[in-house]
Protein backbone atom coordinates (compact mmCIF):
# COMPACT_ATOMS: atom_id res chain seq x y z
CA UNK A 1 0.00 0.00 0.00
CA UNK A 2 0.84 3.43 -0.30
CA UNK A 3 0.68 4.12 3.58
CA UNK A 4 3.73 1.34 4.01
CA UNK A 5 5.37 2.50 0.85
CA UNK A 6 5.34 5.83 2.66
CA UNK A 7 6.39 4.67 5.85
CA UNK A 8 9.17 2.77 4.49
CA UNK A 9 10.47 5.52 1.83
CA UNK A 10 10.70 7.82 5.07
CA UNK A 11 12.22 5.48 6.97
CA UNK A 12 15.22 5.17 4.34
CA UNK A 13 15.39 8.53 3.93
CA UNK A 14 15.73 9.76 7.60
CA UNK A 15 18.60 6.96 8.24
CA UNK A 16 20.49 8.78 5.29
CA UNK A 17 20.27 12.09 6.32
CA UNK A 18 20.98 11.21 9.96
CA UNK A 19 24.39 9.16 9.36
CA UNK A 20 25.29 11.94 6.98
CA UNK A 21 24.88 14.00 9.81
CA UNK A 22 27.17 12.11 12.38
CA UNK A 23 29.51 10.92 9.48
CA UNK A 24 31.96 13.84 10.11
CA UNK A 25 31.81 12.42 14.33
CA UNK A 26 32.22 8.67 13.87
CA UNK A 27 30.11 7.75 16.04
CA UNK A 28 26.02 7.19 15.48
CA UNK A 29 23.38 9.65 17.69
CA UNK A 30 20.49 8.46 19.52
CA UNK A 31 18.19 9.54 17.22
CA UNK A 32 19.98 7.98 14.19
CA UNK A 33 20.33 4.86 15.81
CA UNK A 34 16.71 4.89 15.95
CA UNK A 35 16.42 5.62 12.19
CA UNK A 36 18.78 2.90 11.41
CA UNK A 37 16.59 0.50 13.52
CA UNK A 38 13.19 1.79 11.56
CA UNK A 39 14.90 1.56 8.52
CA UNK A 40 15.53 -2.49 8.84
CA UNK A 41 12.57 -2.87 10.28
CA UNK A 42 10.37 -1.51 6.68
CA UNK A 43 12.95 -3.50 4.61
CA UNK A 44 11.40 -6.60 2.62
CA UNK A 45 12.19 -9.65 4.06
CA UNK A 46 10.47 -12.18 1.48
CA UNK A 47 9.16 -12.29 -1.73
CA UNK A 48 10.89 -10.80 -5.38
CA UNK A 49 11.83 -7.83 -3.81
CA UNK A 50 13.34 -9.25 -0.44
CA UNK A 51 16.34 -6.84 0.87
CA UNK A 52 14.75 -3.66 -0.96
CA UNK A 53 11.81 -1.22 0.48
CA UNK A 54 8.17 -0.69 -0.29
CA UNK A 55 8.47 3.18 -2.24
CA UNK A 56 5.89 5.58 -2.79
CA UNK A 57 5.00 5.36 -6.90
CA UNK A 58 3.12 7.80 -8.60
CA UNK A 59 4.32 6.81 -11.87
CA UNK A 60 6.83 9.65 -11.97
CA UNK A 61 11.05 8.85 -12.91
CA UNK A 62 13.51 8.47 -11.43
CA UNK A 63 12.40 8.82 -7.87
CA UNK A 64 8.64 7.46 -7.17
CA UNK A 65 8.08 5.03 -10.43
CA UNK A 66 7.91 1.53 -10.59
CA UNK A 67 11.98 0.78 -10.85
CA UNK A 68 12.55 3.05 -7.62
CA UNK A 69 12.68 0.26 -5.18
CA UNK A 70 15.99 0.06 -6.40
CA UNK A 71 16.88 3.43 -6.37
CA UNK A 72 15.41 3.10 -2.59
CA UNK A 73 17.78 0.37 -1.67
CA UNK A 74 20.77 2.33 -3.29
CA UNK A 75 19.92 5.03 -0.71
CA UNK A 76 19.95 2.75 2.36
CA UNK A 77 23.45 1.21 0.91
CA UNK A 78 24.81 4.93 1.16
CA UNK A 79 23.00 5.38 4.59
CA UNK A 80 24.96 1.96 5.74
CA UNK A 81 27.89 3.54 4.25
CA UNK A 82 28.07 6.77 6.02
CA UNK A 83 27.85 4.86 9.51
CA UNK A 84 31.03 4.18 11.09
CA UNK A 85 32.85 1.35 9.99
CA UNK A 86 32.02 -0.66 12.64
CA UNK A 87 28.56 -0.64 11.79
CA UNK A 88 28.62 -2.62 9.05
CA UNK A 89 29.74 -5.44 11.21
CA UNK A 90 27.21 -5.52 14.01
CA UNK A 91 25.86 -9.50 14.35
CA UNK A 92 22.43 -8.42 14.62
CA UNK A 93 22.21 -6.44 11.26
CA UNK A 94 24.06 -9.17 9.11
CA UNK A 95 20.75 -10.44 7.65
CA UNK A 96 19.39 -7.81 6.94
CA UNK A 97 22.77 -6.28 5.17
CA UNK A 98 22.52 -9.88 3.28
CA UNK A 99 19.42 -9.34 1.87
CA UNK A 100 19.98 -5.49 0.74
CA UNK A 101 23.88 -6.79 -1.09
CA UNK A 102 21.37 -9.74 -2.48
CA UNK A 103 18.89 -7.46 -3.99
CA UNK A 104 21.02 -4.99 -5.73
CA UNK A 105 23.62 -7.67 -6.87
CA UNK A 106 21.04 -10.07 -8.22
CA UNK A 107 18.50 -7.07 -9.71
CA UNK A 108 21.36 -4.77 -11.19
CA UNK A 109 21.18 -6.46 -14.80
CA UNK A 110 17.67 -5.85 -14.92
CA UNK A 111 17.72 -2.19 -14.21
CA UNK A 112 17.81 0.83 -16.30
CA UNK A 113 21.39 2.47 -16.66
CA UNK A 114 20.62 5.18 -14.19
CA UNK A 115 20.13 2.92 -11.64
CA UNK A 116 23.24 1.12 -12.19
CA UNK A 117 25.10 4.26 -12.10
CA UNK A 118 23.25 5.05 -8.49
CA UNK A 119 25.48 1.43 -7.27
CA UNK A 120 27.81 2.44 -8.44
CA UNK A 121 28.20 5.67 -6.44
CA UNK A 122 26.95 3.39 -3.08
CA UNK A 123 29.97 1.09 -4.30
CA UNK A 124 32.28 3.33 -4.19
CA UNK A 125 32.57 2.73 -0.14
CA UNK A 126 31.39 -0.49 -0.27
CA UNK A 127 33.09 -2.15 -2.86
CA UNK A 128 31.33 -5.74 -2.53
CA UNK A 129 28.33 -4.57 -3.78
CA UNK A 130 29.93 -4.35 -7.29
CA UNK A 131 32.86 -6.91 -8.52
CA UNK A 132 35.45 -5.18 -10.82
CA UNK A 133 34.46 -6.80 -13.81
CA UNK A 134 30.61 -5.29 -13.56
CA UNK A 135 32.21 -1.71 -12.72
CA UNK A 136 34.62 -2.63 -15.89
CA UNK A 137 31.32 -2.70 -18.10
CA UNK A 138 29.24 -0.32 -16.39
CA UNK A 139 31.89 2.53 -17.34
CA UNK A 140 32.44 1.63 -20.87
CA UNK A 141 28.80 2.02 -20.81
CA UNK A 142 28.51 5.26 -19.16
CA UNK A 143 31.63 6.50 -21.35
CA UNK A 144 29.69 5.42 -24.38
CA UNK A 145 26.70 7.64 -23.36
CA UNK A 146 28.83 10.63 -22.80
CA UNK A 147 27.76 13.85 -25.68
CA UNK A 148 30.32 15.21 -27.70
CA UNK A 149 30.19 18.61 -25.83
CA UNK A 150 31.20 16.54 -22.27
CA UNK A 151 27.66 16.18 -20.64
CA UNK A 152 24.98 13.22 -20.01
CA UNK A 153 21.44 13.30 -20.92
CA UNK A 154 19.02 11.61 -17.90
CA UNK A 155 16.52 10.18 -20.46
CA UNK A 156 19.12 8.48 -22.61
CA UNK A 157 19.61 6.55 -19.10
CA UNK A 158 16.64 5.23 -19.06
CA UNK A 159 15.00 5.07 -22.99
CA UNK A 160 12.07 2.18 -21.85
CA UNK A 161 10.58 5.53 -20.30
CA UNK A 162 8.06 7.59 -21.84
CA UNK A 163 6.33 10.86 -20.98
CA UNK A 164 2.82 10.50 -20.00
CA UNK A 165 1.92 13.26 -22.64
CA UNK A 166 3.32 11.48 -25.19
CA UNK A 167 6.00 14.87 -26.01
CA UNK A 168 9.55 13.75 -26.46
CA UNK A 169 12.28 13.26 -24.25
CA UNK A 170 15.08 16.05 -24.29
CA UNK A 171 18.38 14.62 -25.39
CA UNK A 172 20.48 17.68 -24.32
CA UNK A 173 23.04 17.39 -22.03
CA UNK A 174 21.96 17.82 -17.99
CA UNK A 175 22.80 18.90 -15.02
CA UNK A 176 21.52 15.98 -13.15
CA UNK A 177 22.68 13.04 -15.42
CA UNK A 178 26.16 15.30 -16.16
CA UNK A 179 26.47 16.05 -12.17
CA UNK A 180 25.36 12.23 -10.87
CA UNK A 181 27.47 10.51 -13.38
CA UNK A 182 31.14 12.73 -12.89
CA UNK A 183 30.42 12.13 -8.94
CA UNK A 184 29.85 8.51 -9.03
CA UNK A 185 32.58 8.24 -11.75
CA UNK A 186 35.02 10.18 -9.17
CA UNK A 187 34.32 8.34 -6.26
CA UNK A 188 34.77 5.00 -8.06
CA UNK A 189 38.34 5.81 -8.20
CA UNK A 190 38.47 7.03 -11.88
CA UNK A 191 41.66 9.43 -12.16
CA UNK A 192 40.87 12.98 -12.15
CA UNK A 193 43.59 13.10 -15.00
CA UNK A 194 40.96 11.26 -17.00
CA UNK A 195 39.92 13.46 -19.78
CA UNK A 196 36.28 12.43 -20.70
CA UNK A 197 36.14 13.06 -16.53
CA UNK A 198 37.44 16.78 -17.31
CA UNK A 199 35.36 17.09 -20.02
CA UNK A 200 32.27 16.11 -17.90
CA UNK A 201 33.59 18.75 -15.20
CA UNK A 202 33.76 21.09 -17.86
CA UNK A 203 30.46 20.92 -19.03
CA UNK A 204 29.55 21.23 -15.53
CA UNK A 205 31.56 24.28 -14.84
CA UNK A 206 30.31 25.83 -17.92
CA UNK A 207 26.58 25.88 -17.48
CA UNK A 208 26.06 26.51 -14.24
CA UNK A 209 23.36 29.13 -14.82
CA UNK A 210 24.45 32.77 -14.46
CA UNK A 211 20.46 33.97 -13.06
CA UNK A 212 19.67 31.32 -10.41
CA UNK A 213 23.53 30.04 -9.97
CA UNK A 214 21.72 26.42 -10.23
CA UNK A 215 21.96 23.48 -13.12
CA UNK A 216 18.71 22.79 -15.31
CA UNK A 217 17.06 18.95 -15.86
CA UNK A 218 14.60 18.50 -18.35
CA UNK A 219 11.30 16.28 -16.46
CA UNK A 220 11.37 12.50 -17.61
CA UNK A 221 7.27 12.57 -17.23
CA UNK A 222 5.97 15.81 -18.77
CA UNK A 223 6.82 18.55 -20.97
CA UNK A 224 6.85 22.31 -19.35
CA UNK A 225 6.25 25.20 -21.37
CA UNK A 226 9.08 27.72 -20.85
CA UNK A 227 6.60 30.56 -19.92
CA UNK A 228 5.47 28.77 -16.56
CA UNK A 229 9.47 27.09 -15.72
CA UNK A 230 9.69 29.60 -13.10
CA UNK A 231 6.49 28.68 -11.06
CA UNK A 232 5.88 25.33 -11.48
CA UNK A 233 7.51 23.23 -8.21
CA UNK A 234 7.17 20.05 -10.59
CA UNK A 235 10.12 21.44 -12.66
CA UNK A 236 11.97 23.01 -9.80
CA UNK A 237 12.21 19.34 -8.23
CA UNK A 238 14.19 18.74 -11.10
CA UNK A 239 16.59 21.48 -11.26
CA UNK A 240 17.39 20.93 -7.46
CA UNK A 241 18.38 17.40 -8.06
CA UNK A 242 20.57 18.42 -10.56
CA UNK A 243 22.19 21.64 -8.91
CA UNK A 244 22.74 18.92 -6.10
CA UNK A 245 24.62 16.23 -7.89
CA UNK A 246 26.79 19.43 -9.70
CA UNK A 247 27.70 20.90 -6.32
CA UNK A 248 28.68 17.44 -4.98
CA UNK A 249 30.72 16.47 -7.83
CA UNK A 250 32.57 19.91 -8.23
CA UNK A 251 32.98 19.74 -4.37
CA UNK A 252 34.76 16.22 -4.93
CA UNK A 253 36.65 17.68 -7.75
CA UNK A 254 38.49 20.14 -6.10
CA UNK A 255 39.16 17.61 -3.40
CA UNK A 256 41.48 16.05 -6.10
CA UNK A 257 44.06 17.66 -8.19
CA UNK A 258 44.71 16.60 -11.16
CA UNK A 259 47.94 14.48 -11.65
Not at 41 to 60: V, Y
Not at 136 to 162: C, F, K, R, Y
Not at 216 to 235: E, G, Y
Request: hydrophobic share 40%; net charge negative.
Amino acid sequence: SQASASRATEAVLSALILTDRDAPTGQLSAPTQQALAQMWATQLAGGPEAGSWPWIEFDNEPWEAPDSNYFGAVLAALAIERAPADYRTRPDIQPQLARLRSYLTSAYTGEPLLNRIDLLWAAARWPQLMTPATRAALLTEIWAHQHVDGGWNLASLMPAWHRRDGTPETSDSDGYATGLITLALQLSGVPQSDPRLQRGLGWLRAHQSLWSGGWTAASLNQHFRALHLHRDIRRQFMDDAATAYAVLSLTQASRQPVL
